[in-house]
């Protein structure tokens, strides 16, 4: 079983910045993809962002490219996401998820989530 927690939500001002970070722990396996997806209120959730085993791979919706930035530590087993230039359609909660398929966007490709980390962008 594997273990997701997330952290380093909070209220920013638009055009401020967040790191967002996820700890992993269990059986997460030799080798697997993570992703940071959100959900705001009333709406389904969306993919983020995702980050390949190696770090060396990563992919981005069009709505945070160039503004945001995913990352990961192997040895601590934790990935990030550096979120800058925050708007208020940023604002919702985010969740780091645990995949095997790099470059899917999909919820059901990915298997293990944590609990999530609201972040509210205020205007």
């Known amino acids: 079983q594997v273990q997701l927690v997330e952290s380093g939500g909070g209220l920013v001002q638009a055009g401020g910045s967040l790191r967002l970070s996820c700890a992993a722990s269990g059986r997460t396996g030799s080798t697997y993809t993570m992703g940071w997806f959100r959900q705001a209120p009333g709406k389904e959730r969306e993919f983020v962002a995702g980050?390949?085993?190696?770090?060396?791979?990563?992919y981005y919706s069009d709505s945070v490219k160039g503004r945001f930035t995913i990352s990961r530590d192997n040895a601590k087993k934790t990935v990030f996401l550096q979120m800058n230039s925050l708007k208020p359609d940023d604002m919702a909660v985010y969740y780091c998820a645990l995949g095997q398929v790099y470059g899917s966007t999909k919820v059901t490709d990915f298997r293990s989530w944590g609990q999530g980390t609201q972040v509210t962008v205020s205007s």
């Open positions: 980050i390949s085993w190696s770090g060396f791979g990563k």
